[in-house]
């Protein structure tokens, strides 16, 4: 018997593009008889920022126009398309996200990424090395094209 | 990592060396800032500081985040 240990890269490129190099709704995944749940594709996918980091089972706590003035719940678009085509499983984002803060903002200790369905599903999470703090009106808070990375080397 | 400068000119400076509030990234010489007062704005005649804050706006720059997926997230 063999063990595999990795899943070929091509095909981890392959699931990546399809999933966050997406420009429109569709390519829905629908399994044959025992592949599991089916789940759609839908992009625009949104930045959300989190007071309190989640984790790749527990959502954070997302920051709200109340906690960090200029922020609105449900986060902000990341563009048409996410991420450009992946290399070596390894992806990032193409278009720069940014808010204009309009009061002090609570620290911020996690991103996330969620899809735009009717009911947003939650795709990516990670929690800040350094939490961003100190935001007061008239800052700009931005994270720039290729800052978010996306690793699937070890699928 | 997340890169603080000057809103208007993009840049700034620390406030002497080793302040608390001004922690240094050896790995890629940038500096993380927890404390705007650690920032002295020596630079940009036009650079003004804000109406209502009275402070120089600064920007804040997520240059480096990795994300993983998530597992068993929706709302």
Known sequence: ?155 | MIHVSCKNCGTFDIVGPGHPAAEYDAGTGQHLITDRTALRHSHGDDCEPHPETGHYPLHFTFMAATVAPAEGGGE
């Not at chain 1, 920051?63 to 991420?83: E, M």
């Not at chain 1, 090395?129 to 700009?140: A, K």
């Open chain 1, 1 to 155: 018997m063999t063990t595999f240990g990795m899943t070929d890269s091509s095909r981890v490129n392959a699931i990546m593009q399809a999933l966050f190099s997406a420009t429109a709704t569709g390519g829905s995944l629908a399994p044959a008889t025992g592949g599991g749940a089916g789940f759609a594709i839908s992009p625009p996918y949104h930045l959300r920022l989190m007071t309190v980091a989640g984790s790749n089972t527990v959502n954070g706590t997302e920051a709200t126009a109340v906690n960090c003035p200029g922020y609105t719940a449900g986060g902000s678009t990341l563009g048409t398309q996410f991420c450009a085509a992946p290399s070596s499983a390894v992806q990032s984002n193409v278009n720069a996200v940014s808010w204009n803060a309009t009061g002090t903002w609570t620290s911020v200790a996690g991103i996330e990424v969620w899809d735009t369905a009717a009911t947003p599903l939650r795709w990516l999470q990670g929690a800040l090395n350094s939490p961003l703090s100190g935001v007061v009106n008239g800052d700009s808070v931005v994270v720039a094209a290729g800052a978010l990375t996306l690793n699937a080397q070890s699928w």
